[in-house]
């Protein structure tokens, strides 16, 4: 059985950091291409970033710059970091594994003016 568990959310002030968590059971997160997703009230979930198998990433053009997704295989562990965080940041962020229906439950993130 596969689980993703978010954690690191929460409250910033406009310009602040956060580094969000996604730890995985039951599946081996270096071996598949890990996903950071959000999703705003009223907006449809939209893709973040991304790692592959080989630690090629990819990212919305909105983040680029401020957001870092990595990967630790000793714990199976993806992570987001995200800097200069902005208001338009705000949303629930949601890990997911490439190609698969697997997602986590998701993590608030208020970023405030």
């Known amino acids: 059985q596969v689980q993703l568990v978010e954690s690191g959310g929460g409250l910033v002030q406009s310009g602040g950091s956060l580094r969000l968590s996604c730890a995985a059971s039951?599946?081996?997160?270096?071996?598949?291409?890990g996903d950071w997703y959000r999703q705003a009230p009223g907006k449809q979930r939209e893709l973040v970033a991304s790692?592959?198998?080989?630690?090629?990433?990819n990212y919305a053009d909105s983040v680029k710059g401020r957001f870092t997704i990595s990967r630790v295989s000793a714990t199976d562990t993806v992570y987001l970091q995200m800097n200069n965080l902005k208001p338009d940041d705000t949303a629930v962020y949601y890990c997911?594994?490439?190609?698969?229906?697997?997602w986590g439950q998701g993590t608030q993130v208020t970023v405030s003016s």
């Open positions: 997911h594994v490439g190609s698969t229906a697997y």
């Open positions: 039951g599946i081996i997160f270096r071996l598949v291409t």
């Open positions: 790692i592959s198998r080989v630690g090629s990433t």
